[in-house]
Nanobody
Framework: EVQLVESGGGSVQAGGSLRLSCEVS????????IGWMRQAPGKEPERISC???????SYADSVKGRFTMSSDNAKNTVYLQMNDLKPEDTAAYYC???????????????WGRGTQVTVSS
């Protein structure tokens, strides 16, 4: 079974940086999509980034230029580097994935349990 485990969240001042990690296991498909979602209290989940195995990469306008995805395949880990954090970035962040190339265009099939990011003014 696919498991996604996030880490690296915490509390930072506005303008600071954090790097989130997502350790992936049980994912054997050669075709996949993986990315990050976030959800703030009272708001709908927001897709903030996505990468698919055909090379497609996307970022939400709200984080473009500040957040960057990367990976270390040897460690089966995906990262989200978050720079110039703003109070509106405060949310629970979830690593999410799908066993299809089209996951970036629809819904993710698998979610991690989340890690909290809090940005203070």
């Amino acid at each position: 079974e696919v498991q996604l485990v996030e880490s690296g969240g915490g509390s930072v001042q506005a303008g600071g940086s954090l790097r989130l990690s997502c350790e992936v296991s049980g994912f054997t498909s050669n075709a996949y999509a993986i990315g990050w979602m976030r959800q703030a209290p009272g708001k709908e989940p927001e897709r903030i980034s996505c990468f698919s195995s055909d090379g497609f990469t996307s970022y939400a306008d709200s984080v473009k230029g500040r957040f960057t995805m990367s990976s270390d395949n040897a460690k089966n880990t995906v990262y989200l580097q978050m720079n110039d954090l703003k109070p509106e970035d405060t949310a629970a962040y979830y690593c999410a994935a799908s066993g299809t190339l089209y996951g970036c265009y629809s819904e993710f099939d698998y979610w991690g349990r989340g890690t909290q990011v809090t940005v203070s003014s």
